[in-house]
């Protein structure tokens, strides 16, 4: 129960800072991310602000032997950069900059039932059932 309320507090946290950031308004990132064209720079704080929160927290986080809330801190088992990560990223990158939507500011952006969030999310949720049906273990 701490464990889900925890998330519960977390994820509406980071949907209202989103929101408090315009990252739901896809103007806004296609405006960030139009570099040659009228940039408009404003998102670039957001992103300072949440790297000068997250450095010392993730510092003092992983002094820590084990989360508050469960056994054990959940990392990635691996390192490496292959194919499909690269290949993932870009398909990401190369979505968001079409859209100027990426997964959470979109399911944050459900809350107003824009009809561009609720499609992007319903493709996005049937990407994702279709990523593991075809990429289901094998028997």
């Known amino acids: 129960m701490v464990l889900a309320l925890s998330a519960l507090l977390c994820g509406t946290l980071f949907g209202l800072g989103l929101y408090v950031s315009q990252m739901i308004n896809p103007g806004k990132v296609l405006g960030f991310l139009d570099v040659a064209g009228q940039w408009d720079p404003s998102l670039l704080l957001v992103m300072a602000s949440a790297l000068a929160a997250l450095m010392p927290l993730q510092w003092f986080i ?6 508050v809330c469960t056994d054990s801190f959940q990392a990635p088992a691996t390192n490496s950069i ?15 900059g079409l859209s100027g939507f990426c997964p959470g500011p979109a399911f944050s952006g459900l809350i107003y039932g824009l009809q561009g969030n609720i499609v992007f999310v319903g493709a996005m949720l049937f990407g994702m059932w279709l990523f593991h049906i075809l990429h289901r273990p094998k028997r």
């Open 82 to 96: 292959d194919s499909r990560l690269l290949a993932g990223a870009a398909l990401f990158g190369i979505g968001w």
């Open 62 to 67: 992983l002094k820590r032997s084990r989360p």
